[in-house]
């Protein structure tokens, strides 16, 4: 992927940068591994907004994407390289020689006509087979990491993220995360070789409100513009403090820098915190 700059005949092109899809072979999905994306503008089954800033946006389909990677030992050829609207990463479509077509997250050096497979024992370690921990050698970056064996790919499944192995241990390997926090993880759980494709997703520029809402993000009211009976920070005559110690979410809880994670099992697994923001 590219990132490319447009003339600026308006100011919302001035700042915008925009995706060149140089690295997509197939423009259309394939028709059995959509569905449609039902939107729910963020409300819950009662009808009550519990995600803010939720609505509108483009119509979308869902690929259904293969986060198992469970057809073992079964070869299969890179057939495209697909854009999906639902994420960052690029998928890639896999042609099994037993006839089925899946969708998985396509790792950076991922080509079409790349051969790939995935093992509950030791194969090749090149970018898109998938296999355990257990086999990966130090230093290795993986992507779609499981948290429990056969659960499916939940660590590093977004645009240009890398999990790196430190090490094999007893029951567990060690992975460095992207944040920095180092954690163990089940020696069985399954990964796939290489980087998440399109790591320059994270330079798109938007560079006006419109390509918000064409996303679905609505837009987000400061709390100081706000009256006193909406927000902790509303109220006041002009530019007014928030006249607190520490900053308020609307509900009245501590915000920004205040810890919310609370106690899991998962606790005794993470070796080293990620660092603190300055």
Known sequence: MGIKKVKANTPGRRE????????????????????????????????????????????????????????????????????????GARLALLFYVDGVKTYIIAPADVKVGDKIVSSQSLVEIKPGNALQLQFIPAGVGVNCVELMPGQGAKIARGAGNVVHVMGVEGKYAQLKMPSGEIRQVKKECLCTVGAVSNSDHRHISLGKAGRSRHLGIRPT???????????????????????LTHPKTPWGKPALGVRTRKKKRSNRLIIKRRQKRK
């Not at 060149?20 to 999905?29: N, V």
């Not at 028709?31 to 819950?44: D, E, H, M, Q, T």
Request: hydrophobic share 30%; with cysteine.
């Open 221 to 243: 009211v400061r709390g100081t513009a706000m009256n006193p009976v909406d927000h902790p920070h509303g109220g006041g005559e002009g530019n007014q403090p928030i006249g």
């Open 16 to 87: 915008a940068t925009f995706d060149d899809f140089a690295d997509l072979t197939k423009f259309s999905p394939e028709k059995r591994l959509v569905i449609p994306k039902k939107r729910n503008g963020g409300r819950n089954c009662q009808g009550k907004i519990t995600v803010r800033h939720r609505g509108g946006g483009a119509k979308r389909h869902v690929r259904l994407i293969d986060f198992k990677r469970d057809k073992f030992d079964v070869p299969a050829v890179v057939s495209a390289i697909e854009y999906d609207p639902n994420r």
